[in-house]
Each structure stands twice: as C-alpha cells, then as structure tokens.
C-alpha cells in the first residue's frame, strides 16, 4: 500500500536510480501519471515531458480498457476481449475518435504548442500510476519507440502481473514495486488517491521542468 502517488514515486526513484541508466529522459501518462513521474524525475535527476494516452472503454463500462488511443495514429485493441465480447473495431470507432479527439486537446493544453520530446538517444523511463490491463502502457510504448531512444523502461509502483508479464518484449526493462496477486483496480493500492486534473498537472509541470519551461 502507498501513501499517495508522491510517496510511490519517491519510491519508485529508487528502485529505477539503482538502474544506473546513463542518459535517462522520464515521460508521464497523465494524468495520474505525472504526480509518480515528478518524484521520478526528482529523484534520478532526469528531464521531464507527457505522452498522452487514452484508453477506450468496453461499451457500459468506461473504466475497463479494451483499448487505447494516442493523438495521431490508429488505435491499439485488445483482440481477446474483443472476441470474447462479441465486439468488432467498427463498433468502437466513435469512441476511438472521442478520445483521440481528447488526446490532442490535452497533448496541446500540457505542451503549449511544443513538439514531441526529443528522446532519440536517452534511456526513457515510461512512468504511470499502475498497471491494469496494460493497453495504455501498450499504446505509450509504441509511440516511445518512434521517437528513437536507446533504450525504454517502463516503470510503475503497482501493477496485476498479468498486464506486467504481457509488456516483455515491448520495452527493454520493467520496474513494478508491487504485483499483488488479487488486484481488481490500482486505486485499491493507494491510501489516498484522487482525480488529477488538469492545473494540477500543469503545476506540476512547471515545477518538474523548472522555470525554463520544457526540459
């Protein structure tokens, strides 16, 4: 169990700074992300950005990820529970565009109009809050790779150890502090855990990247 997010993030500065990377770049997923991600960045000495990401919920039921989606590029599924929903692509399609569309509001509201980090030859340190089903992991992983750093970490306090088994291959390295056996959701995880929104995310900002704006 953690504090808070700021408390898993000072935790988990630790456990990534005993990586020794050599050029680390941390990246948050807001928005939860950011507040663990600042104490990385903290913590390892590392510039800081955002990826965004958004997830695509099962149709009823928002909160369960079926998918993902970033600001530009086509949408990421999973296509057992797809199956075993009875769901096609076609039938989310309005929802991919909702929160595409949500996407970019929120990557041009967090950069200011500023281009992608440039991460070609750092080590990126993916940071979120936790891991659930892993597809927006997934999705940030894959829009990590083009960027073109020398390597990728993913790195979470808590996580189910399903969705951090299914990352192998995605990324170079994982650190996840927790993997309970019964998860269930990540905020079960947390002794407090609230809605981020967005001026906290641009304070937060602000403050991990120093007055100098973008790191």
């Known amino acids: 169990m953690f504090r808070d997010r700021a408390e898993a993030g000072q935790r ?17 997923l807001p928005r939860g992300g950011v507040p663990v991600a600042v104490r990385v ?26 998918g993902a989606v970033t ?5 990421l599924f999973d296509q057992e529970a797809l199956r075993v929903l009875r769901l096609s692509e076609a039938d989310l399609a309005e929802a991919v565009e909702a929160e595409r569309a949500e996407a970019r509001r929120r990557l041009e509201s ?19 809050d936790g891991l659930a089903t892993g597809m927006s992991a997934r999705a940030a992983l894959g829009l990590v790779r083009e960027l073109g750093p020398a390597s990728i970490t993913l790195a979470v306090p808590v996580g189910a150890p399903s969705a951090v088994r299914s990352m192998a291959g995605l990324c170079d390295g994982i650190v996840c502090l927790e993997q309970p056996e019964v998860f269930r959701a990540v905020s079960l995880w947390y002794e407090s855990f609230p809605q981020v929104g967005d001026q906290e995310v641009h304070d937060l900002l602000g403050a991990g990247r120093g007055e100098g704006g973008r790191a």
Do not use: H, M, Q
């Open 41 to 66: 960045a903290e913590g390892i000495g590392a510039p800081l950005d955002v990826l965004v990401v958004r997830k695509v919920g099962v149709p009823g039921s928002p909160e369960t990820a079926i």
């Open 110 to 128: 967090y950069r200011r109009g500023a281009s992608d980090p440039e991460v070609a030859g750092y080590d990126a340190v993916v940071v979120d």
């Open 12 to 28: 988990l500065a630790r456990a990534v700074d005993d990586l020794d990377l050599p050029n680390p770049f941390v990246l948050a």
């Open 71 to 75: 600001a530009e590029g086509p949408p």
